[in-house]
């Protein structure tokens, strides 16, 4: 083991500093606080400092010990840690349907691992839409502390051990991960916000300042207190305009992250006895959030998902602050109860072997509960499976995929990223349905509707069904070349659309455009209007019979009527005069001058607030079947 490490004296500022971070990261995800969120980065250079204080100390002492180090980070994040994810597991299985469970197992399976910025960067960003309905989306920035944990000290040793200059390595390293991230954020925004390669160097600017501080400390104590109070005032400075003006919009973390990193590094590099770290920075309160940091950092974001969740919409203000005072509360319990007595007191080899074998547990419950589809026999979901694909786009993919063929190109099938379907195999495709994922979800009930046609889907994620998209170039192609497609069909979320039309054309003219080629041989062409769109989630509509919320399937027509008007009048004008083409108004079927529904006699219609289930694809085929047979003969 070795000997005891050596720890830096306690600075009660720097927790004052912790206190910031995490009220900032709580009011951004309660209240978006603008610019909230580079709490995050304020952490790392805290981390990075701490952490490499410690080491670099042991290292000058000949102290250093893989097994006390390693040991000491499993005692102080694994508890909290563990009794999260227990929590989130335990509840969501009472109250997640079956695709939301099996995203959470693949969470836990991430957060154990400490992998979850990994699995994240394969998945939406964190500023998109989704990234509310996960609960423990917040563990990708735990995942890059513990890879720079495992790392750092690793590197440090080993340069030490060469008799190399510490520092010079530091910031080496620093730049070229600073760099990365410059080079990187405007490419791809999403990898350069969870990748370790361009995130290290913020946990490297505590690390410089950690070397700088113990190795020129006279340098330091010389500094005249003016001088400290004006590094502590800039450094807030710094962070309160990176508050005020970095948001979701700009290329984060890039050349933005400085102001935080900076900031914080100028306020430690102060000390505690600089005017702003004594009197404000060590305020009991401050401190106090302080030392419940790291457990309210990771209760509270678990508590807003999942008030999300049962709410099926941003959950009113009353509701998030509940949950943030009960995260409060759950923080400082933790902090009690748990870290506490895991990380201090006898039998200290004992507790971090259960921690470890208790996170592999974690990490096995999770990766079982991902392999088994969120146990779909759950209470929570089985309502789901009476009815073919209710709710969740994984029961309305697996039906597509058993009940029809998917096409024989590979061209195709790489092109039409959301299906490419025939319900006939070998056989000649008389009708082909094409255009996004409002398209996608027309084709079950009219292929299951026409059981002696052979009908094809070929549709692309979020793309206008036009001649000038490259996106549908070979689809195109592929319709043009086979004569035996006498009807076409053509689908899309139009309000969603506008923003794909080549500059300096409009909608009118590149569909006119698409018209006029597909009618040349003769072809019959319909134009689909677009489904009513719900400011609600299915699930409020057939499952919401309980504490929560009480069944409602109905919405005042003039929320969706207010984006059709923006397109229906230019579908209209675009198939006038042309007997070959026929606009299909679906929403009709669905609404009436009052009221919209997503559910009919007993049965929900739609996955989501703006896509059909198997359901709803059959009942808006038997009504456009119904109403228009010459079509269809």
């Not at 030392?291 to 678990?302: D, G, M, Q, V």
């Not at 083409?581 to 006699?601: G, N």
């Amino acid at each position: 083991m070795g000997k005891d490490l050596i720890h830096s004296k306690y600075r009660p500022d720097i927790d004052g500093l912790r206190a910031i971070a995490i009220l900032s990261v709580v009011l951004y995800h309660a209240i978006r606080l603008e610019g909230g969120f580079i709490g995050v980065d304020i952490f790392f250079v805290i981390s990075g400092y701490l952490i490499s204080t410690i080491i670099f100390s042991n290292l000058e002492d000949n102290s250093f010990s893989f097994i006390e180090f390693y040991g000491r980070r499993i005692k102080r994040i694994f508890p909290a840690l563990i009794l999260v994810m227990i929590a989130v597991y335990t509840f969501g299985w009472f109250v997640l349907l079956g695709d939301e469970y099996k995203q959470l197992g693949k969470q836990i399976t991430g957060g154990a691992g400490f992998i979850s910025n990994f699995i994240l960067w394969n998945e939406s960003g964190y500023f998109d839409n989704a990234a509310v309905t996960k609960p423990l989306l917040h563990l990708w920035s735990l995942g890059i502390e513990e890879q720079f944990y495992i790392i750092w000290p690793l590197l440090l040793w080993f340069t030490w051990k060469q008799h190399l200059n510490l520092l010079a390595i530091t910031i080496a390293l620093a730049v070229i991960s600073f760099v990365l991230n410059i080079i990187y954020v405007q490419a791809d925004a999403v990898a350069t916000f969870y990748s370790p390669q361009t995130r290290f160097w913020e946990l490297m600017i505590g690390s410089i300042l950690a070397y700088i501080m113990i190795n020129n400390q006279n340098l330091l104590v010389n500094l005249k207190q003016r001088y400290t109070d004006a590094l502590s005032i800039f450094g807030i400075g710094l962070i309160i305009i990176g508050f005020i003006f970095i948001t979701e919009k700009k290329y984060f973390p890039g050349w933005w992250a400085l102001l935080p990193t900076l900031g914080t590094m100028l306020i430690i590099s102060a000390g505690p006895g600089a005017w702003f770290n004594r009197m404000i920075l060590s305020n009991r309160i401050l401190v106090w959030f302080g030392l419940i940091s790291y457990p309210l950092y990771l209760w509270h974001w678990p508590l807003l998902s999942f008030a999300h969740i049962l709410e099926y919409q941003r959950p009113s203000f009353e509701i998030r602050f509940i949950a943030v005072l009960i995260s409060i509360l759950l923080a400082w319990l933790t902090y009690q109860f748990i870290e506490k007595p895991m990380r201090f007191g006898s039998r200290g080899k004992f507790k971090t072997n259960m921690l470890l074998i208790l996170m592999i547990i974690m990490g096995l419950v999770g990766h079982h509960c991902y392999k088994s589809d969120g146990f779909m026999y759950r209470s929570a979901t089985t309502r789901l499976i009476l009815n073919e694909g209710e709710i969740g786009n994984g029961l309305f993919d697996k039906y597509q995929s058993e009940k029809f063929n998917v096409c024989m190109s590979l061209d195709l099938q790489s092109e039409a990223t959301l299906g490419c379907f025939h319900s006939k195999n070998n056989e000649q495709i008389q009708i082909a349905i094409i255009g996004d994922s409002h398209a996608a979800h027309l084709y079950p009930g009219l292929a299951e509707a026409l059981k002696d046609t052979n009908v094809a889907s070929y549709s692309v994620e979020g793309a206008l069904p036009i001649l000038n998209n490259k996106k549908f170039e070979k689809i195109f192609e592929y319709i043009l070349n086979n004569q035996s497609m006498t009807t076409i069909i053509i689908s899309a979320y139009w309000s969603k659309s506008f923003e794909q039309i080549p500059e300096g054309s409009n909608m009118e003219v590149e569909l006119n455009k698409t018209l006029d080629r597909l009618t040349k041989e003769n072809r019959l062409v319909y134009i689909t209007d677009d489904i009513p769109k719900f400011s609600f989630s299915p699930k409020k509509c057939k499952y919401a019979d309980n504490i929560f919320h009480k069944d409602s399937c109905e919405e005042n027509s003039n929320y969706f009527y207010k984006e059709y008007r923006d397109y229906i009048s230019i579908l209209e004008a675009v198939v006038k005069n042309r007997t070959n083409v026929k606009l299909l108004k679906t929403s009709k079927y669905f609404c009436d001058e009052k009221t919209c529904t997503m559910a009919k006699d007993g049965l929900l219609h739609y996955r989501d607030r703006t896509h059909l289930n198997i359901n709803g694809s059959k009942y808006l085929a038997k009504n456009i079947i119904a109403e228009n047979p010459e079509f269809f003969d």
